[in-house]
């Protein structure tokens, strides 16, 4: 089982690009690339509420479990 987030796919539904997302949370560009490309081995509870809060949806939107371990 892996932790993958939906975080391009939100950007992309939002038509929002890292910059943007950087500048409406604050949150680093370096944060939100790792997040952006699933390099990322972590994730804050801070960085969780500023990019639910942003993207308006709730945590299972933005990270899930992949049983497929993919």
Do not use: W
Request: glycine residues 4%.
């Amino acid at each position: 089982m892996i932790i993958k987030n939906n975080l391009r796919i939100l950007m992309a539904q939002h038509k929002l690009n890292i910059k943007d997302v950087h500048e409406k949370t604050g949150l680093s560009r370096t944060t939100i690339s790792k997040l952006f490309n699933e390099t990322s081995t972590t994730i804050s509870f801070e960085t969780i509420g500023k990019l639910c809060e942003l993207f308006d949806c709730e945590v299972d939107e933005l990270i899930f479990l992949d049983r497929s371990g993919k």
